[in-house]
């Protein structure tokens, strides 16, 4: 898969809403799907802010300018409107209710899954506990090693048993990941691990104006990094 390839996207294309049931209660999502998709990205957001946080759309449609597809969803806590996100378990079987979505849309691409922050966390825990149907890997958009200031690297601990590929996006200025101890826990997990590094970005992929970067050109750097990723990781014939 050519990461420069096919950024002719629409930019009026249609992103539909779709709806599924984590128990008893009903999330949404959103589909964002171009022309010729080569791949369906699972997409969910962060502890803070939900699917349409300008972070979740700018990503998508980096991703979608490179074929990527992406299927955005929501966690129950932040459909409804609250703050605290829910229960460990109620994350997780979001995550797999949403990769059950994805596979019920029968789009037939191959199917990755992953998100921001705590999102990705709850993706690769989902997949730790037991597999999650259909999906090929996981990409995390700042995985948050831990807390500002902790010693405990715990949060990677379920890592290990996570038997898929995995995109490690990590800004060197994020004071949820340390760099050295994000290499450590790749270096841990040996060649299922692909860590890239976004120079300057913190914990939300910002970076400072004296950088000479700027947030669009950071969106762009990990799309490609994605979609590269990707088309190592679906294999031939897949783009």
């Not at 899954?113 to 966390?121: I, N, P, Q």
Request: glycine fraction near 10%; proline fraction near 7%.
């Amino acid at each position: 898969m050519n990461a420069a390839a096919g950024r002719e996207m629409p930019p009026d294309l249609e992103i539909p809403e779709l709806e599924f049931q984590v128990g008893d209660v009903s999330v949404g999502g959103l589909l964002l799907r171009p022309p010729a998709a080569t791949a369906l990205y699972l997409f969910a957001h962060g502890a803070g802010a939900g699917m349409r946080h300008p972070f979740m759309e700018a990503a998508s449609r980096s991703l979608a300018e490179r074929r990527i597809a992406t299927l955005r969803y929501e966690f129950p806590y932040m459909a409804a409107g609250r703050r605290m996100p829910d229960r460990q378990s109620t994350l997780v079987d979001t995550v797999r209710a949403a990769a059950q979505a994805a596979l019920d849309l029968a789009l037939e691409l191959p199917l990755f899954a992953g998100g921001k922050s705590m999102g990705g966390r709850m993706t690769s825990t989902a997949a730790a506990e037991n597999p999650v149907p259909g999906i090929r890997g996981i990409a995390f958009y700042g995985f948050p090693l831990h807390r500002p200031g902790d010693e405990s690297d715990a949060r990677a601990d379920h890592l290990v048993d996570v038997p898929l590929p995995m995109l490690f996006l990590q800004g060197t200025r994020d004071r949820l990941a340390e760099l050295e101890r994000v290499r450590r826990v790749c270096e841990r997990l040996q060649d299922r691990a692909t860590l890239h590094m976004v120079e300057g970005a913190d914990h939300g992929f910002s970076v400072l104006k004296r950088s000479g970067r700027t947030d669009t050109g950071v969106q762009e750097e990990m799309a490609d990094a994605v979609t590269r990723w990707i088309g190592l990781t679906a294999g031939p014939g897949n783009g």
